[in-house]
């Protein structure tokens, strides 16, 4: 007999058992949210920063228009709302320049087995998926800007418009091998359903 159960007296109560079962003592993870995988899970291809100069351009062109227009319109009535007007544009301009530069760096886009993710935006994210067995057709455009720096877009097609995804500045190589192997995936999983 120990000498608990000899003087009739019960065991001490110890520290509970270390291994006991429960919820964590410590922060919870992060939850996953709903445009993940971004970026950790998957692998995301880039494109080119190219890009980032053929928007610019595109902003100069609109830009110079408007601000030629708020020059004539002062210049000729000399009233100062044209010149606040005219103020306005060019900041806004610099700020849609500083904006475009990280634009750009957030588009990829990634290959998978079933379906090909597009990503993109700063202040609203989007992520689209796109399963293969529901694309309908593939095209691939290059504007005048866009041959000038050597880029394409790849554009998506499905039955639902609203789930139409593209990816902008590829090489024009890239373009057609992306939409080449878009269309024979897409021709693989739609003999399936």
């Known amino acids: 007999m120990t000498g608990a159960e000899s003087t009739g007296r019960p065991a001490a109560a110890g520290p509970p058992p270390t291994s006991t079962p429960g919820p964590p003592s410590g922060p919870p993870g992060p939850v996953p949210g709903p445009l993940e995988p971004w970026p950790e899970t998957v692998r995301w291809q880039p494109i080119s920063r190219d890009l980032i100069w053929v928007e610019l351009v595109r902003l100069a062109v609109v830009l110079a228009v408007v601000v030629l227009v708020a020059v004539i319109g002062w210049a000729l009535s000399g009233h100062w709302l044209f010149g606040v007007g005219l103020a306005v544009a060019l900041l806004l301009g610099a700020v849609r320049a ?96």
């Open 98 to 193: 500083f904006s475009i530069v990280r634009a750009v760096r957030a588009w990829g886009y990634a290959e998978r087995d079933d379906d090909l993710l597009v990503r993109h935006g700063l202040l609203v994210r989007r992520l689209s998926i796109v399963p293969y067995a529901r694309m309908q057709f593939v095209d691939v455009s290059a504007g005048p800007l866009e041959r000038a720096f050597d880029l394409a877009t790849v554009q998506l097609h499905t039955a639902a418009a609203a789930s139409d995804a593209r990816v902008p500045g590829l090489r024009p190589a890239e373009a057609s091998r992306l939409r080449d192997r878009l269309t024979a995936l897409g021709e693989d999983r739609a003999e399936g359903l």
